[in-house]
């Protein structure tokens, strides 16, 4: 896990409960830290707490039991909620919830009013639409945009405070795989220019192999965490579970014949393989 430096994000036994008959229990003791500038994935199975964690760190929501520290705050003391979530924290979501009236400049706009004067606002949304490679869309309605150009208004939008803190919940989850490849793109390059910290809330393994740490959750437990290696490193972590990667691995003796390889470079191939370790092994 990161050093423990400064954290951004800090919870301790976070539990949420749902329902006064039969409960059920959404967090259960959750504790995570997550650090300045870190690019996390949460995944896990339906119904595992994600949307929750992400929903109570973002104070949509309040837990039934234990603490949240954002930015040093204990999120239960704070009581301009509104105002802690306009300057703390960006919000992206898989549906981008952009107003279909407003034009793309005017919807990243929003988050900005009265907070900044109308000419700072329009200044600062044509900076991020520049940002997002939306530069030429920017007067465009959001009927007038693809999936990918609206996600990318979305990312813009919960940049426009400037927050140190993004909570993305599905965001390629109804983009093509193109078109999310290249949204996870643009995260990765905000995360690194602005040093912002995200959150990105996924089903899909290709979108957690993107950032660096991946928190996995079932029944609303944090079960697993798996750090990214880089791109090389996770392409043999899957190799190592396919056919010819488990034989690899067993040195099964037929294979050094029908891949035309030395004993040396066998056996080279395997120890890299066996590097290649898979947490839960």
């Known amino acids: 896990m990161t050093e423990a430096k400064s954290w951004l994000i800090e919870t301790r036994d976070l539990t949420r409960i749902y329902g006064d008959g039969e409960q059920i229990r959404a967090l259960d003791n959750v504790n995570l830290r997550i650090g300045r500038g870190e690019l996390v994935a949460v995944m896990g199975p339906s119904g595992s707490g994600k949307s929750t964690l992400l929903n109570i760190i973002g104070a949509l929501d309040r837990p039934t039991q234990g603490t949240v520290l954002i930015n040093g705050q204990d999120m239960s003391k704070l009581r301009k909620l509104d105002q802690f979530r306009s300057e703390t924290v960006g919000f992206v979501f898989q549906l981008h919830n952009l107003l279909p009236t407003l034009t ?4 990243v706009e929003v988050p900005m009013i009265g907070r900044r004067t109308p000419g700072e606002r329009r200044r600062r949304a044509e900076e991020l639409l520049g940002m997002v490679g939306l530069a030429d869309r920017m007067n465009h309605l959001p009927n007038q945009l693809s999936g990918g150009q609206r996600q990318r208004v979305a990312v813009a939008r919960g940049l426009a405070n400037n927050p140190p803190l993004i909570l993305a919940d599905e965001p390629t989850g109804n983009l093509d795989t193109a078109a999310g490849q290249e949204l996870m793109a643009l995260i990765r390059e905000l995360h690194r220019s602005q040093e912002t910290t995200f959150v990105v809330v996924t089903h899909d393994h290709a979108v957690a192999r993107q950032t660096e740490r991946v928190l996995v959750m079932q029944d609303g437990k944090i079960v697993r965490e798996d750090r990214i290696g880089s791109p090389l490193e996770e392409d043999l972590k899957l190799w190592r579970h396919t056919g010819l990667g488990r034989r690899l691995v067993e040195k099964k003796e037929d294979l050094k014949a029908q891949l035309d390889l030395s004993r ?13 370790d898979v947490a839960g092994d």
């Open 104 to 107: 793309a400049r005017e919807n």
């Open 264 to 276: 040396a470079e066998l056996d080279t191939l395997k120890r890299v393989l066996e590097r290649a």
